[in-house]
C-alpha cells in the first residue's frame, strides 16, 4: 500500500468522496482548501481523505471514503493512522465530524478518537435531502477529537533523533550537542521521557512515550575526520524539526541528504592544506620566505593524506609518513639557493598544521569541562597519539639526516 497527496483535478475523486458525503455542494466548501490523500494498493485507489487544516495547530477530517466492496480490510483505518503522524508536525489535534450513528461513531472510537461535541441539526440545515444511516435519520453531527501525540511511533522518533546524533557525532560534533539535539527532535515528537548516554563512538538511546511504548537502541559510531558543514546543517534542520516545520519522514530523507554531502573537492582542500600551513607558519614566527615554501610543503604533504584516505590507509601510517614528507621536504628546501637563508623550523612549524587534529583536540577538552569525562578522554587521546605519530617521523627523519648524513653542514 502507499498513499499519495492529491494536489490537482481532486473532482476526479468525486464518486469516492459522495460515499461519505452525498451532496456535491457541501464537498465544494472544503475540497478546494483542503489536503486530499489516496490510499492505493496494487495501483487500484481503495480510500480517499480530504482534511482542513483548522486555526491554533487543529485540523479536521472532512471526508474519508471506501468503496463498500474493499470496506472492513483496514484501509480506512490505515489511512488514519497515516494522517495523524503526517499532521503531528503541524497540529496537535484532529476532530472528525460523523452522524449521530453508533458504527461510525465506533469506528472512529476504535481509531483512538474521543468525544469533542455535538452540532445539532446539522444534517437538517445544510443538506437537501434526508440522509439514512444503518436506516436511522441523521440529524445531528458528532465530533470526535483524537490527540496526535499519541499516535507518534516511538521507534520511528527515535530512530530519526539517533541518525542525526550519528552524523554530528561522527562528523566532529561535541557530546552536549549530539545529546541535545537528540533530546530536541524526541520532545518535539513527544516523546518526553529520554534517557541518552553518548561516547565519542558510540550512542545508546532509551525512550518511551508514556503510553506504555519504550524503544532502547545503541549506535556504533566509529571516529573519523570531522565535516563542520554537515554539522551546521544537522543543527539546522534540527531547529526546523522543532519549530514543528518538518515531519519525520521528510526529515529522515533530509539527514540522508545530509549524510551524502561530499567533502570539498581535492584540489580546494589541498589549497586550504597549503594555506593553513603558510598562514600559521608566518603568524608563528616563519619568515615570508619560509611561509611560502610552508605552502608548497602543506599542498604536497595533503596530496599525500587525501591518497592515504583514498586507499584506507591507516591513520598511524598517513601522519608518522607525513612527518617525514614535510621534514625532508623542508630539509630539501634549506639546501637550494634561497636568496636569502631559510629555517628548519620556520618550514616546519607551519607545514605541521594540516595533520594537527584540532577540532578533536578542543572537543576532548570541551567534554571534559563538561564533566564527560570518559568520551573527553578518549578523544584526548587519540589527538595526543596523532601529535606522538607527526613527532615520530619528523624525529626519525632529522635522526637520519643528522647522524648518517652529516646535518646541515654541506
Not at 608548497?296 to 595533503?302: F, Q, R
Not at 606522538?388 to 637520519?400: E, F, K, N, P
Amino acid at each position: 500500500m502507499n498513499i499519495r497527496q492529491i494536489t490537482e483535478d481532486k473532482k476526479a475523486y468525486l464518486d469516492y468522496l459522495l460515499l461519505a458525503d452525498p451532496q456535491e455542494s457541501m464537498i465544494d466548501r472544503y475540497l478546494d482548501d483542503g489536503e486530499m490523500f489516496v490510499l492505493c494498493d496494487r495501483e487500484q485507489v481503495m480510500t480517499v481523505a480530504v482534511v482542513a487544516v483548522l486555526k491554533n495547530r487543529k485540523c479536521e477530517l472532512k471526508n474519508i471514503a471506501t468503496r463498500p466492496e474493499h470496506q472492513g480490510r483496514g484501509y480506512a483505518r490505515y489511512m488514519i493512522h497515516y494522517l495523524c503522524e503526517h499532521y503531528s508536525n503541524r497540529c496537535d489535534t484532529l476532530y472528525v465530524g460523523t452522524g449521530n450513528c453508533a458504527k461510525s461513531i465506533g469506528f472512529y472510537e476504535k481509531c483512538g478518537f474521543v468525544n469533542s461535541h455535538i452540532v445539532m441539526n446539522f444534517f437538517i440545515d445544510n443538506y437537501d435531502e434526508p440522509i439514512y444511516e444503518d436506516g436511522k435519520l441523521l440529524t445531528d453531527m458528532v465530533y470526535l477529537k483524537k490527540y496526535l501525540d499519541s499516535e507518534v511511533d516511538v521507534k520511528k522518533v527515535v530512530n530519526l533523533a539517533l541518525e542525526a546524533g550519528r552524523i554530528l557525532l561522527k562528523n566532529g560534533g561535541e557530546i552536549f550537542r549530539v545529546e541535545e539535539t537528540i533530546t530536541r527532535i524526541c520532545n518535539r515528537f513527544h516523546v518526553d521521557k529520554v534517557d541518552i548516554f553518548t561516547l565519542s563512538h558510540g550512542i545508546f538511546v532509551s525512550a518511551e512515550n508514556g503510553v506504555q511504548e519504550a524503544y532502547t537502541k545503541v549506535k556504533h559510531v566509529p571516529l573519523s575526520a570531522p565535516h563542520l558543514g554537515i554539522v551546521a546543517e544537522v543543527n539546522d534542520l534540527s531547529r526546523e524539526i522543532s519549530a514543528g516545520r518538518v515531519g519525520v519522514d521528510e526529515a529522515l530523507q533530509k539527514l540522508g541528504e545530509i549524510d551524502d554531502i561530499p567533502p570539498k573537492r581535492g584540489y580546494f582542500q589541498i589549497l586550504a592544506a597549503g594555506a593553513g600551513s603558510g598562514f600559521f607558519g608566518f603568524l608563528l614566527g616563519a619568515s615570508a620566505l619560509e611561509s611560502i615554501i610552508a605552502f608548497s610543503i602543506g599542498c604536497l604533504l595533503y596530496m599525500w593524506v587525501l591518497v592515504g584516505k583514498r586507499h584506507h590507509m591507516s591513520k598511524i601510517i598517513i601522519n608518522i609518513a607525513g612527518g617525514v614528507i614535510i621534514t625532508a621536504l623542508a630539509i630539501a628546501a634549506v639546501h637550494l639557493p634561497f636568496p636569502e637563508k631559510v629555517r628548519l623550523e620556520g618550514m616546519i612549524i607551519g607545514s605541521i598544521m594540516p595533520l594537527i587534529p584540532g577540532v578533536a583536540f578542543v572537543n576532548a577538552i570541551r567534554d571534559i569541562a563538561d564533566s564527560d569525562f570518559l568520551s573527553g578522554t578518549v578523544r584526548m587521546i587519540d589527538a595526543l597519539l596523532v601529535f606522538v605519530y607527526i613527532a615520530i617521523g619528523v624525529g626519525i627523519t632529522l635522526s637520519i639526516y643528522n647522524n648518517m648524513l652529516g646535518g646541515l653542514a654541506l
